[in-house]
């Protein structure tokens, strides 16, 4: 008898339950946003994340955000792999652009998200989130070039390339720069009044390039790199701002960016120095070195459901807003693109971020390249270093120059 209770009462619950729908009632799934961010942010952005979903009861009760560790640079090899596997939102280097347009994976910004992105953030990470007429991301940063680091002990005049190479040699050390890498090697031939700029079309396609190495001035820029190559107080290196380490470090002077600030300067400390890139000779007169100016941007994966891609485009405005920027590089030093965190008394009184900027002046924002234009780069760098070219004569080097920029005019998509 007593069985035959429990069963009638378990039979009269679900009955209750099932018809009634008055207990027990399971809550709807919240659909998870995917968030990709460099690991030295994952935490930063994920309390930032928490944070949106706090201040937008409504969202919280249908999405909840998860923040994984991706780095910038692989962040686009990884989505157009497979774009609807891919990350909701995600931070890339700006050189991707073109990639992740081509392949589908940027939701393009409208209404107020447009609006707002290109009121709020400097004209240059405006422009370089831009592909023809339309924008595809929201500005993230307005930090990713580089400028010259030192050692005050061993560099006393930073304003010379032939000078801060000469310091180096008499102390012993050595000037690093990575010179087998086209974003590096443009430091050379842009100071010497040459140029290289690309046309996309709105799918990411270069349909053309300018450019013009192979110039008089370039020339000069030519025998500069490989003057530069050939000195003892030189040292190509990709990887070396532990090399300020004073116990047995090696470097007097580099060539980078803001990643590597905090460590340089918790080596050198009071003997911690920073300015433009220097000046070089070419064709026996001194010019400043040029650059490309950079930017990370925060892009949003177009195949989501509408209310998630609403929501999404909502937290990437969130995350590359002036509050969280300025957040940002007060916990990570970042430089903020956005205009009014730009202008914090704190960012203004950082002295790498004033490095750079005294380097943009000399930097034009980095057109889309191709995978051939960074592979032919490379290549080129290595032969200088390796000194293919050391007892060249300018007319073998103007050669070399021809059939360089032959080749990059040629990498374009024909319809």
């Known amino acids: 008898m007593r069985k035959l209770a429990v069963v009638l009462l378990a039979l009269a619950m679900v009955l209750s339950c099932g018809v009634l729908s008055a207990c027990n009632k399971t809550p709807a799934q919240k659909e998870d946003i995917l968030v990709w961010a460099a690991d030295e942010v994952v935490a930063f952005t994920q309390t930032k994340c928490d944070e949106f979903l706090a201040a937008n009861p409504d969202l919280a009760e249908k999405f909840t955000i998860t923040v994984s560790a991706m780095s910038e640079g692989e962040a686009a090899t990884q989505m157009i792999t497979d774009v609807e596997a891919g990350a909701d939102v995600f931070a890339f280097a700006q050189d991707q652009l073109g990639r992740l347009v081509q ?75 990575e010179n087998q890498s086209g974003w590096y090697l443009v430091s050379f031939f842009f100071g010497a009044g040459c140029h290289y700029t690309t046309t996309a079309d709105n799918q990411g396609n270069i349909v053309a390039v300018d450019c013009d190495f192979n110039s008089a001035g370039g020339l000069g820029a030519f025998k500069a790199l490989i003057a530069m190559a050939q000195s003892k107080g030189f040292q190509r290196s990709d990887k070396f701002s532990d090399q300020f380490n004073p116990d047995g470090g090696q470097a007097g002077a580099a060539i980078s960016g803001t990643w590597d600030a905090a460590t340089i300067k918790g080596f050198l400390g009071d003997k911690y120095g920073v300015a433009k890139l220097p000046t070089m000779t070419v064709n026996g007169q001194q010019v400043q070195m040029g650059a490309w100016g950079g930017f990370k941007l925060m892009g949003v994966n177009p195949t989501q459901s509408e209310e998630a891609l609403t929501a999404s485009h909502k937290l990437a405005a969130y995350l590359t807003g002036g509050d969280v920027q300025l ?33 943009l002046a000399y930097s034009p924002a980095q057109p889309q390249c191709s995978a051939k234009y960074w592979d032919k780069m490379a290549a080129f760098g290595t032969e200088v270093n390796a000194g293919t070219y050391k007892a060249s004569t300018d007319a073998q080097l103007q050669t070399v120059l021809d059939e360089l920029v032959a080749y990059l005019k040629a990498d374009v998509v024909t319809q």
């Open 103 to 177: 392949a589908g994976a940027l939701s393009e910004l409208g209404g107020t998200f447009l609006t707002d992105a290109k009121a709020n953030n400097d004209a240059g990470s405006v422009a370089a989130a831009t592909m023809g007429d339309k924008m595809y991301a929201y500005p993230l940063t307005s930090d990713n070039g580089y400028f010259l680091f030192y050692d005050k002990s061993v560099v006393t005049d930073p304003s010379t390339l032939d000078g801060i190479l000469t310091q180096c040699e008499t102390a012993g050390k050595k000037f690093y720069m």
């Open 327 to 359: 957040a940002r590089y007060g916990v990570k030093g970042w430089g903020p693109s956005n205009k009014t965190a730009q202008q914090d008394p704190t960012v203004q009184a950082d002295q790498a971020l004033a490095a750079l900027q005294a380097q």
